[in-house]
């Protein structure tokens, strides 16, 4: 329980952990910002972590004066650790996908985010990988499923790359230019929920239209049931 408070602290206070970290590690802090990336986008066990909300506190903490995090190298750093995160993701699914499908729940393993993923892969098609960078938690299970699903991976790179680079400068730069503004630096906390929020809200009105769908066709088959 204690993990889970510290962990939501850290969510809702990124900016001074943020700033914390980077004055304790100085230049070490693009090593845990490459970690922290590589491992949301590439392992299938850790969706949790912070991506959008680090991103943007990333660009606001890069256009602080005399901040040690230079914009344009962490922006091709990032890119690097969310393109090969997902290419990771990527041949683990190719190589293990099909065993992993038939497993059931486990402690850091959710079916219903991998089906819920493959749902989305059924729907958008390669696309998936470039929308799903813009979604948490389908983010990481995206380019897993399409590993199993045996995407060629020429096609594949093509989206990672482009998905990836669009991703990470959308929030460093976001964060670049409105994070230092004086309003949503005193309101940093409900900021960070908001890109939360907004970030899951295209998965949300996926479920809804889901839900809708099969209520639709259950009234639907009701009558001809009844007859």
């Known amino acids: 329980m204690e993990f889970i408070n510290k962990l939501i602290e850290v969510f809702l206070h990124l900016d001074v952990?943020?700033?914390?970290?980077?004055?304790?590690?100085?230049?070490?802090?693009?090593?845990?910002?490459?970690?922290?990336?590589?491992?949301?986008?590439?392992?299938?066990?850790t969706p949790f972590l912070p991506g959008d909300s680090l991103l943007f506190?990333?660009?606001a903490l890069a256009a602080t004066e005399g901040s040690v995090i230079n914009l344009p190298g962490v922006a091709f750093l990032l890119s690097a650790a969310a393109i090969l995160?997902?290419?990771?993701n990527y041949a683990i699914g190719k190589r293990v996908g099909p065993a992993i499908f038939s497993k059931?729940?486990?402690?850091?393993?959710k079916k219903a985010h991998l089906m819920r993923a493959h749902e989305f892969y059924e729907k958008y098609g390669g696309k998936t990988i470039v929308i799903a960078r813009f979604v948490p938690i389908i983010r990481t299970f995206a380019p897993f499923?399409?590993?199993?699903?045996?995407?060629?991976?020429?096609?594949f790179a093509m989206y990672n790359v482009t998905g990836g680079v669009a991703w990470v400068l959308s929030f460093l730069l976001g964060g670049y230019l409105f994070g230092n503004i004086p309003w949503v630096k005193n309101h940093f906390s409900i900021i960070?929920?908001?890109?939360?929020?907004?970030s899951v809200m295209p998965l949300g009105i996926e479920l809804l239209k889901a839900r809708l769908k099969t209520?639709?066709?259950?009234?639907?088959?009701?009558?001809?049931?009844?007859?």
């Not at 499923?145 to 096609?155: N, T």
Request: proline share 1%.
């Open 215 to 227: 209520k639709r066709e259950a009234k639907q088959a009701s009558p001809a049931q009844n007859s």
């Open 145 to 155: 499923v399409a590993g199993i699903g045996k995407m060629g991976y020429f096609r």
């Open 85 to 88: 995160g997902d290419a990771a």
């Open 192 to 198: 960070t929920i908001a890109i939360i929020v907004i």
């Open 57 to 59: 506190a990333v660009g």
């Open 104 to 109: 059931e729940d486990s402690r850091f393993f």
């Open 17 to 45: 952990h943020l700033n914390d970290v980077t004055q304790r590690f100085g230049g070490w802090i693009y090593g845990l910002l490459f970690t922290i990336i590589f491992c949301e986008t590439g392992l299938v066990v």
